[in-house]
């Protein structure tokens, strides 16, 4: 089943996918509309089993620095991570992005 991608477009967002993260682990991933890079890594991240929570980041920098601030993570993008308690237990960009790991952690 492929994932099921929810756009991040609000702090308020943010705010209730770090609170869903205290109740089961949350994968986020960060994509610039921009990179080629990000686009095929958004493909790959299609094989996540379960939600996925996607912030463009040419459309809401703000809230791009603001996961860099709640996580400890500088910016990059692609990015994912999976929150868990409101901190990041998975951290990866780039091709080093494992959706096979995030699918383990979600579970």
Not at 3 to 23: H, P, Q, T, W, Y
Request: glycine share 6%.
């Amino acid at each position: 089943m492929p994932a099921n991608f929810i756009k991040v477009e609000s702090m308020g967002d943010l705010d209730l996918l770090f609170e869903r993260s205290s109740e089961r682990p949350v994968a986020l991933f960060k994509h610039s509309n921009s990179c080629g890079i990000s686009a095929h890594v958004l493909e790959m991240v299609e094989e996540v089993d379960g939600d996925v929570f996607v912030l463009v980041i040419q459309e809401h920098r703000d809230l791009s620095a603001e996961i860099a601030t709640r996580t400890g993570y500088a910016h990059q993008s692609p990015q994912a991570f999976v929150i868990k308690g409101r901190k990041a237990i998975y951290h990866a960009t780039h091709y080093g992005i494992d959706p096979g790991a995030i699918s383990r952690l979600m579970q």
